[in-house]
C-alpha cells in the first residue's frame, strides 16, 4: 500500500494477462485473480477485475505491440 500513500483517490484495475505466442507466460485463472484482489481489500485496497476485450483475434491489452516487435526481429 505505501506505493499509494499520498494518493487519497485512485482507481485500481486488474487485468488479466494476455497470451502472446512465443512467450513464455500464461494467464492467471479467475480464482486466482481473485484471490489477488482479496489479498489487496484486505490492505484496504479496492480494485475492480477487467474483462480483456479482443483475445481471440491477438488484439487484447498489449498483444498487438508484443506481436508487431516479434515480427520485427523475426520470431
Do not use: M
Request: charged fraction near 30%; glycine fraction near 8%; charge should be positive.
Amino acid at each position: 500500500k505505501t506505493f499509494l500513500k499520498g494518493i487519497d483517490r485512485y482507481k485500481l484495475n486488474l487485468i488479466p494477462w494476455n497470451v502472446v505466442n512465443n512467450l513464455n507466460y500464461n494467464r492467471a485463472s479467475r480464482e486466482r485473480t481473485e484471490a489477488f484482489q482479496k489479498q489487496l481489500k484486505e490492505h484496504g485496497i479496492f480494485s475492480t477485475i477487467r474483462k480483456s476485450l479482443g483475445i481471440e483475434i491477438d488484439a487484447g491489452c498489449g498483444q498487438l505491440a508484443v506481436r508487431e516487435e516479434l515480427t520485427k526481429i523475426g520470431l
